[in-house]
Structure formats: C-alpha cells, structure tokens
C-alpha cells in the first residue's frame, strides 16, 4: 500500500511505502518500508501527516503492531 501527498497544483511531494502482513505466523504487523517528502516541503509535517494516515489504514484492517525500521 502506498499513500501520496499532492500539492495543489497535483504535484507529488510525499509518498508512504508500507505493508501489513502475519509476523512469523503470529500477530498481524504494519511495516512501513519507506517515507519521502521534497526536500522544499520538509518541516511542515507532511511526513507526520503520512505516517499517522497509514498507522489509522492500518487499524483499520485490524493490524496488531506497526514497526518502522530505523537505519
């Protein structure tokens, strides 16, 4: 599943990568593989914006656990 965010002149200048599948036959787990803004629209909390719009998805369709890896 994948989330964009577009400025009002239909640009894209932010997109959520994520998942939800079983973990290791166990519980249902959000992963949320990648977030990226334009560097011009960083600070506005666009990518905040995302990430609470795919954990609330995510809830939705009953995910147990979201886990966002941290290089």
Do not use: N, W
């Not at 290791?24 to 992963?31: E, I, K």
């Not at 995302?50 to 941290?70: G, N, S």
């Amino acid at each position: 599943m994948f989330i964009q965010a577009i400025d009002t002149s239909g640009a894209l200048i932010g997109v959520i990568v994520c998942k939800l599948e079983e973990h290791r036959g166990g519980p249902l787990r959000g992963y949320i593989a990648m977030i990226a803004v334009r560097d011009e629209h960083r600070g506005k909390g666009i990518a905040t914006k995302l990430v609470r719009m795919a954990i609330e998805a995510m809830a939705i369709k009953d995910a147990d656990e979201v886990f966002c890896p941290v290089p």
